[in-house]
């Protein structure tokens, strides 16, 4: 399940939410009252979060200025700012204060869910983002796994990058050529026998040995992220 912080002076807003983001098992809400709150479960390190749904007007400040101060900072996941002050200067505000959108309330909740999974799509094929695999977060621009402890596992280059292409795949099988010209280019000298190494090395660091998360299928690899998930818990 995907975190998401929603900061919220209103507390029925908050349960609102919550339960609409809770529903069907996609995401994993959590609440904060006020800035200060807000800024400790930011702060607080991994495995974080994948989005914000923000207020502006919250009892201890302005929440356009936090969310300039968390991209000051370098935090890069989507922040929307969901509420009543949504005038045309409030709007170029959010966004000028590195907002990725700007919901009005009272709002539609089908149209603020679509539009957060929007981000998250934007997010998601961009080098900043931090992906979910099984119990592990990914990102491609460090080239890290961190586990659910917060223990981070360093990749290389090359497994970043089989890593992201398979996760962007989706439930699709990529063949191992294809692989091959996504992640070395075209490299005569290169084998398949290289790609099986990498892939090996991956699923050690990924606790995987049976390949139960990144399945070989034909010719091919293909990411099963919810297998690592349940390896996990076992």
Not at 151 to 174: C, D, M, N, S, W
Not at 183 to 203: A, I, Q
Request: glycine share 8%.
């Amino acid at each position: 399940m995907r975190p998401i912080l929603i900061v919220d002076h209103d507390a029925a807003v908050r349960a609102l939410l919550a339960e609409q983001l809770g529903h069907g098992g996609e995401f994993a809400p959590h609440g904060a009252a006020n800035l200060a709150e807000a800024e400790r479960m930011v702060l607080a390190g991994p495995p974080g979060f994948d989005a914000i749904l923000l207020e502006v007007a919250l009892p201890d400040g302005d929440g356009l200025v936090f969310c300039a101060r968390m991209r000051q900072l370098g935090l890069r996941i989507p922040i929307l700012i969901v509420s009543a002050h949504a005038t045309e200067a409030d709007i170029v505000r959010g966004l000028d204060a590195g907002a990725n959108d700007y919901i009005a309330k009272p709002f539609r909740l089908r149209e603020l869910l679509a539009r957060l999974r929007a981000q998250l799509r934007n997010q998601e094929n961009s080098d900043e983002a931090t992906l979910q695999l099984g119990s592990f977060r990914f990102s491609a621009s460090a080239r890290s796994l961190t586990d659910a402890a917060g223990q981070r596992i360093r990749l290389t280059e090359k497994e970043a990058a089989i890593l992201k292409f398979l996760h962007r795949a989706g439930p699709l099988a990529v063949p191992r050529e294809t692989l091959l010209a996504a992640v070395w280019g075209y490299n005569s000298k290169v084998s398949t026998h290289t790609l099986e190494t990498h892939v090996y090395r991956l699923r050690r660091k990924l606790g995987d040995p049976a390949g139960e998360m990144i399945e070989t299928e034909g010719r091919g690899y293909r990411l099963n992220p919810a297998a690592g998930a349940v390896a996990a818990a076992a």
